[in-house]
């Protein structure tokens, strides 16, 4: 077995863990994104009390009370929310980082097999060449006996 078939399975292997990362990540990636557009949703919802409240001045006290209070709640709701997009993004670096490192070690894999190859190759070229060396080198030293 050539030192490229010993290594076949190993390179297989980290490619299957760096597609599984690459996997992860986009999974992080579509978990912030999501995130993200629920901060930006409770955000608008927030906007649009807040704008509300200033017509709410006619209703009266009581009107404007609750409103505040709902948009008390909300910002409450956006912090909530901001933790969840922070813990998000750490995790989609963190994620980040891990398919980096298996796709470095993958490629590093992948070098040292197409290494393994080409002086399996360069070996193979070189034994060739010694035997149609030794080959002439016969010939020629039967046309000289015979």
Known sequence: M????TLRPVAQLADDREQRAAKALTAAQSTLDTQLAKLTELERYRQSYIDAL???????????R???????????AISQQQSVVNR????????????LAQRQHAQALS??????????????????????????VQRAARSRVG
């Open 2 to 5: 050539t030192r490229a078939d």
């Open 54 to 64: 200033e017509g709410e001045v006619s209703r009266g006290i009581g009107g404007i």
């Open 66 to 76: 609750e409103t505040r209070l709902f948009i008390v709640r909300l910002q409450q």
């Open 88 to 99: 998000a993004r750490a995790s989609l670096e963190a994620t980040r980082a891990h398919w």
């Open 111 to 136: 070098r040292v097999m197409d290494d393994a190859r080409l002086a399996e190759q360069r070996e193979r070229l070189l034994a060739d060449q010694r035997e149609d060396d030794e080959r002439s």
